[in-house]
């Protein structure tokens, strides 16, 4: 995209050679959010723009607030890698993908500062109406990628993007007593579970029995929408978390 214009007003411009066309006549339907999970902004974007590396993203947004798009929204970016979501397996064909600088898990993953938040949301604001993606399909990349992937992480203000209009997010229900279900069981309320899930549109295959697949994509649904304790286990408050979600989106 060297010598073009952005699409997001006021992005700086730093083209990367790690794309490639759209695969199948697929749409953007898909808004992907990511941690750079490396040291630095620069460093992580030196990456991004390097051939070697084999990743890239479309946009990269720094911890001032700074955004740089380095593919065009309409090509494909190297972002996303194995994973599926409603289906849908080449995810990089059918999503644009930010990354937020913040060095994650490996880094002891702070606090996301709010300038680099506000950037966020004005830039995902912009790509949502540009492609009219719905809310349940403004992800995270542990979303799409379950076990294999952890960001942006259970410190991500989800519920702030929510309230500016990007993405769906539902108010956690209380951790407290009641029935749970964790790896090893086997029966109807581990099916009951696993088809809801899959029914929000995580990649699980509804077997009845709770297994390692399903242990990692509880988790990965509790890093998004019960982020105030992540192990796995599906506690009655990650129970009707998801319950809540699913009502929420049928009505809507």
């Not at 997010?169 to 029935?179: C, H, K, L, N, R």
Request: glycine content about 12%; aromatic content about 6%.
């Amino acid at each position: 995209m060297k010598g073009s214009m952005p699409d997001h007003r006021g992005a700086d411009v730093r083209p990367s050679p790690n794309f490639g066309e759209r695969r199948d006549g697929k749409q953007v339907s898909i808004l992907l959010l990511h941690y750079t999970g490396m040291p630095d902004g620069p460093g992580a974007e030196d990456w991004l723009c390097d051939p070697a590396s084999e990743v890239s993203c479309h946009y990269i947004v720094h911890e001032d607030g700074r955004v740089v798009q380095m593919v065009r929204e309409t090509d494909r970016a190297w972002h996303a890698g194995a994973g599926q979501w409603a289906g849908e397996t080449d995810v990089n064909s059918c999503s644009v993908g930010i990354e937020i600088v913040n060095p994650g898990h490996p880094g002891g993953l702070p606090e996301f500062p709010a300038v680099q938040i506000d950037a966020v949301i004005a830039l995902s604001r912009g790509i949502v109406e540009r492609h009219a993606i719905a809310p349940e399909r403004v992800l995270a990349h542990s979303d799409v990628s379950p076990g294999r992937k952890l960001d942006p992480g259970e410190k991500f203000p989800w519920d702030v993007l929510a309230r500016a209009g990007v993405g769906r997010f539902m108010t956690p229900s209380p951790i407290g007593g009641g029935p749970v279900l964790s790896q090893g069981e086997v029966g109807p309320p581990v099916e009951a579970l696993q088809s809801m899930l899959a029914l929000y549109g995580y990649g699980i295959e509804i077997s009845g029995r709770y297994d390692e697949r399903t242990r990692v994509v509880v988790e990965a649904f509790q890093r998004h929408f019960r982020p105030a304790r992540v192990d796995g286990i599906a506690d009655r408050s990650t129970v009707e978390t998801l319950h809540n979600l699913l009502g929420g989106l049928l009505v809507s």
